[in-house]
């Protein structure tokens, strides 16, 4: 594994539930990487979670925090699950996933959504509707309701409680992630879906307005469409190939990824990755982590779908390391598994034998030990055309 100067530092941080179970199987694959495609990286792991909270008070602790703020790329695993009661609200505040989300302004949250053929007969929809189903969400990740003020419990006058919260979003924090979108789109296929609900809520509205105003303004050549959120769920099980990007905000984008895991056949199988701004020398933090939450009904069981980490980890070599050769390589070696029949148990189909978190690990390295040479002797000429390769570059 290098360790010049130039290597990029990236750090693990498995988290809780099904988290350190996933990324022990992105670690592997990464450090195979290193091992066999002399990719400059050095790993570190780091706590996250009740663990570090009962030996030090803090759900993140100081060496934690330290190995982020070096990092260049963070993987995550999972947070969350009923052990968490163990720790205080606020002690949780202070280092939950949202803080890290705030802390580094990363605002632009991508999410891949690739239905595989090998999963046709395991996925909930039908084959002819995944036919050709390859978008992108772009999820506003910083602000919208999850972060509005005010927010709270209050005990009315009358002995009832309300709970209450705040959508809000500026013209500067709906531009900018449109503009993520509309540069996404530009180098996919042209076309980017809004998706609001303008018809009820003004901070919708201005989020309809200001997306259509930057597109006017700055990319005519774009295909923007709107949708309101009801009607975009609806299309997503309907007709999911209909869409290249979608764009929304931060609530609104938390459910439809996951509503879209129905079209790539399990929400085990999505990847993400949140960028902040671009820092002077062009670089911006990034956070790579699967869609997944905990699955603590499952966690320790060794049968989570390591897929959506491991992907996450092809998002990293594109957009992090700018190694798209082995961006491609990896996702190759997914879908080889794949149709090799290597299936955890939420893509098993029925009267199959699920494979193990670690089987699946082995399947995938497998896949690559197969695939290197192929794309060593040649085949590189591919990621030229590689429709994706550029598809997934954040500005």
């Known amino acids: 594994m290098s360790t010049s100067a130039t290597a990029a530092k990236i750090v693990i941080i498995g988290g809780e539930g099904i988290g350190p179970e996933v990324t022990a199987q992105s670690r592997r694959i990464l450090a195979w990487f290193a091992a066999h495609r002399a990719m400059p990286i050095v790993l570190r792991d780091a706590e996250y979670g009740v663990g570090p909270y009962l030996a030090t008070g803090e759900v993140m602790p ?30 949780r505040r202070r280092a939950s996933l949202l803080s890290l989300r705030r802390k580094f302004d990363l605002y632009a949250n991508l999410r891949p959504i690739v239905a595989h053929p090998a999963l ?20 506003e990740l910083t ?3 999850y972060f509005g003020e005010p927010r709270g419990i209050e005990r009315l006058a009358d002995g009832q409680r309300r709970g209450f919260n705040t959508e ?19 180098s996919r296929r042209g076309r980017l879906c809004s998706v609001d609900k303008a018809n009820v809520l003004e901070a919708s509205l201005l989020w309809r307005e200001e997306v259509q105003a930057l ?7 774009v295909a923007l469409s709107h949708l309101y959120v009801d009607n975009c769920a609806m299309q997503i099980v309907r ?15 938390d459910i439809l990824s996951d509503c879209a895991a129905m079209a790539a056949g399990s929400l085990g199988m999505l990847p993400s990755a949140s960028f902040g701004a671009p820092d002077a020398a062009g670089r911006s933090k990034a956070l790579y982590e699967p869609v997944h939450g905990s699955a603590p009904d499952i966690a320790g069981k060794a049968i989570a779908n390591p897929l959506g980490s491991i992907l996450s980890v092809a998002m990293l070599f594109r957009q992090t ?25 939420d893509l098993a189909e029925p009267g199959s034998k699920p494979v193990s978190t670690r089987e699946m690990g082995d ?25 994706r390769q550029a598809a997934m570059t954040h500005s």
């Open 215 to 221: 597109r006017d303004a700055e990319f005519p050549d």
């Open 62 to 91: 100081a060496d934690t925090w330290e190995a982020i703020d070096e990092a260049d790329a963070i993987v995550f695993g999972a947070t969350g699950g009923p052990e968490t009661t163990a720790v205080p609200a606020e002690a």
């Open 363 to 387: 399947a995938v390295l497998a896949a690559l030990e197969a695939l290197a040479p192929e794309m060593a002797s040649g085949r590189a000429g591919e990621v030229a055309a590689d429709k």
């Open 168 to 186: 809000t979003y500026t013209t500067g924090e709906i531009r900018r992630i449109a503009r993520v979108g509309l540069e996404l789109a530009r």
């Open 120 to 139: 046709a007969e395991a996925a909930p929809l039908k084959a002819r509707v995944l036919d050709g189903v390859d978008f992108v969400i772009v999820r």
């Open 321 to 345: 390391l700018k190694r798209p050769e082995d961006a491609l390589l990896l996702e190759r070696a997914v879908a080889r598994a794949l149709t090799g029949g290597a299936r955890t148990a």
């Open 239 to 253: 007709a999911p190939a209909q869409f290249d990007v979608i764009v929304t905000s931060n609530i609104f984008g």
């Open 143 to 145: 602000r919208g309701i």
